[in-house]
């Protein structure tokens, strides 16, 4: 008899997007002369700058050639990318191209990375968090029994996020020995500052943790002394592998390129005690399941840090931060209140009193025709918070905003 995976059983429902998807699905079938506008998953509008669509078409030219033709590249990626990341990401923080894996999205590496942790691993989580951190160590056996009253699983560590601790989350107060960090953070649009993020790093050394911390909206940073990488921490090279992607920076949604950076600094252990390279791990993983990126793909990834790339780019950011500040400004002025959205696409609201962040969606939906996340989607301490995103159109932004104010005050 062929046997499943029973920890995939223990998941919760779908997956939260899938959910809201076919919620906004049924009620366009049901409404389909009202325009929806949606502000709740956080996929990118504006198409791919000039420079980046220039590389692309000169590398499809290229691959068209008997002399430029490439066939497998090589799986941790091209050396021309990862020299580029490295001398621009990683200015003065002496990560070296060897460190950099290639990949075809951060969420991809942070569901995949714990594929070479012990499946008997401590996991914390900050809490409300990004679906794929919690549901991949379900599927993987880690999280244990799911709690239906408190809506956690038993074996999992939770580290709140809300108003109540300025969305700064406390250290576990258990050994752990994997932490999740995302800052800027997704869903709250909220950061850490380097003191704050350090307490982590010190912790992890302490007790030979490791950090895995999601940066992939570092580029809409805005403020001074808010860590664009936790490599600008002391003493993070031995303890964090940090996650990057061309997704929300460049518009690479749907064009698919990320990055991993696991430093050679980097050990975890064995039961016996033995010191072993993460790094080493990970690229024996990579090489094994996966292909590389297409070469079209990462020059087109190389063409972003270009003069014109990078120009390009900042234009896109400051449009979407300029949403951000629409939709924040535009909230606050109706009476919520409201976080996130200065160094972040996303604005965390809290709902109205007495009112769930699922009857607010469905409240958001019918009335205004506008759609967002719940908060209780990300996890039980987003239970009463609502997350919307920047990443729509300006003229949609100002509609959405317009349409809150006429019909949900």
Partial sequence: MFYINENFLNLQESYLFSTIAKKVSDYQEKNPNKKVIKLGIGDVTKPIVPAVLKAMHEAVDEIGTEKGFKGYGPEQGYDFLRKIIATNDYKDLN???????????AKCDCGNIVDIFDTNSKIAITDPVYPVYLDTNVMAGRSGNFNEEKGIYENIVYLPVSSENNFVPELPK????VIYLCFPNNPTGTVLKKEELKKFVDYAKENKAIILFDAAYEAFITEKDIPHSIYEIEGAKEVAIEFRSFSKTAGFTGVRCAFAVVPK????????????SLNKLWNRRTTTKFNGVSYVVQRAAEATYSDEGKKQIKENIKYYLDNAKIIRDGLQSAGFTVYGGVNSPYIWLKVPDGMKSWEFFDKL????NVVGTPGSGFGPHGEGYFRLTAFGTKENSIEAIERIKGEMI
């Fill in 365 to 368: 939906l019918s009335k205004a």
């Fill in 265 to 276: 600094t980097l050990f975890g252990y064995t039961k016996l005690g033995e010191k072993v």
């Fill in 95 to 105: 990560i070296s191209e060897d460190e950099i894996f290639v990949s075809d999205g």
């Fill in 174 to 177: 258990e050994k752990v020995d």
